[in-house]
């Protein structure tokens, strides 16, 4: 919903421009030769460049999805056909007065705000991968990768030390290291965001990095590095952090600065009071758009250029300002930290009680208001989003995400393990991915509301994990399905959640709180592992999870599984 209305109103925001510059430019070729028309019409073709301004967009955001950069072309074309009608508009209007001095000032700004970001576009979508010797193997190492592909697999150091680099201990007190490897990183993943393959050197490479680094520093150098991935691929930091983007940034805001200094002092006296209202707030807009950009990007983890011109003494004069500024940028949150929830049981029993957790006491009292009046008269997708919920992420999870991962690297099986495997139903291993996720939900929210070792503190810490990462599968599931690429997930979501309401409106439950109501379900469910086949044939995946929780949940270690 939240990119729905952002993508509209940036839609809507081109369309107004656009539609602005073809009634300038219908008004002046309609307009009157009698001296008060046209002053008037001079003045209105003073505003056009400022619809050339606002369609090359903020500096801040320049697409809404990487898909948007493949559309460079498009704006392309848009630029030279609204940049057409601005000249055209401009010839119609041109006196040789100073107003006509400072419409061609600022043709040319709003002429390099547009092409800025049609070129940060394309940059995105088609800009060559850096050529290092590090990360694109060359004609000798394609072909040893050719002929011996189980070299990385079963000698990793010896591989490292032929084709690999040491890797420097990061300080996670200081940014630049930190930016540096994230933007290491960001060259090998980049090939996945342009749908390029990633070679067996490239795994590697990062292998080696996420050995020589411990969790702290990982998760560091992942926010840093998505944080650099999203100004590559949504902004035009490429562009303003480069020689170029220096240049352009000077003469964009002085050019404005001038045209608001001279327009003041030349031609205030001429004009109505409601055109000038106008014009002044144009200006003042360009004026505060540049100074925004300016200080959202200043404080951006963009690597910036070394001034290796700076004499000795200027280099230990800004040291400590320099050494400030990466400690501030060290610290700054660049992210909320926390994860969406949804539970399926929650919206099928209607249960209120987690309904504004988290959240302010009067945003929650609003959204319980919602609940009572509007669900009833809501379809499901809106009301869903009433169930959803955000919560902090505790560095428990980050560690056992980190752990989990190293545990993958250093085994050479890439599915399930032994020991997982034999805990599990044949039925939750043969269905598809959407379907698995629903029946592990399922059974972690059973397991998680009829444990009976929920107050020892070890064995809580991971139910508390387990149920965290269980909701946030099942918001990706329902609310992002294009993350998983699923086929028919919100099917099958809602087909168990008719199923699930079914079975608590038959037995009566609905009433009753979350944890009675999950212990009730799991009760009406045999344990026998030999009834798994016949609930195969069954549509409803409640069967299965109901199955898969009666099995585990007389496990002392089903919680490290459920995780």
Known sequence: MEFLGATSVSSCADSVATVALGVISNNQRNSCDDNDSQVKNELIAFWAPFMLLHLGGQDTVTAYAVQDNELWLRHLLGLIIQLGVALYIFHLSWKGNWLSFLTILMLIVGFIKYAERTWVMRLANHAPLPERKLYEPNLEQRKLLADQADLYLSDRENYLKRYGEKIVCLDVDDIRPIRAEAVRLFDIFRRLFLNQKVTFLHRFLVDSVSASLDSQNTWKVIEVELVYAYDVFYTKAPLFFSSWGYIFRYFSFTSIIFVFVLFHLKERHKHPRIDLIITYVLLVGAILTEIYAVIFLSVSDWPRPRH????????????????????????????????????????????KSEVGQETPKLFAKSRK??????????????????????????????????????????????????????????????????????????????????????????NNLHR????????????????????????????????????????????????????????????????????????????????LAVILANKLSPMDGKWEILE
């Open 308 to 351: 290796r011109g700076l004499s000795k003494h200027l280099r230990t004069l800004f040291a400590p300002i320099i050494n400030r500024w990466a400690k501030l940028m060290t610290n700054k949150q660049r992210w909320s930290n926390s994860m969406a929830q949804l539970n399926l049981l929650s919206f099928c029993l209607k249960d």
């Open 369 to 458: 208001w919602i609940f009572n009046h509007m669900v009833p008269k809501l379809n499901g997708e809106l009301e869903m989003l009433l169930y959803r919920s955000h919560k902090q992420i505790s560095t428990d999870l980050k560690d056992l995400v980190y752990n989990t991962f190293r545990e993958k690297l250093s085994s050479d099986s890439e599915g399930f393990s032994e020991e997982y495997n034999k805990y599990i139903t044949h039925g939750t291993v043969n269905v598809e991915i959407y379907q698995s996720i629903i029946i592990w939900h399922i059974a972690t929210d059973l397991c998680f509301y009829t444990d009976s070792g929920a107050n020892e503190t070890t």
């Open 464 to 543: 508390k994990v387990s149920k965290d990462i269980s909701d946030y599968m099942m918001y990706i599931l329902v609310m992002c399905p294009f993350v998983l690429s699923t086929g028919n997930a919100i099917l099958s979501f809602e087909n168990t959640c008719a199923w699930v309401r079914n079975f608590f409106e038959e037995k009566k439950l609905t009433k009753l709180p979350k944890a009675e109501a999950c212990a009730m379900l799991i009760s009406e469910y045999e344990t026998s592992s030999d009834k798994v086949d016949n609930y195969l044939l069954s549509e409803s995946l409640l069967s």
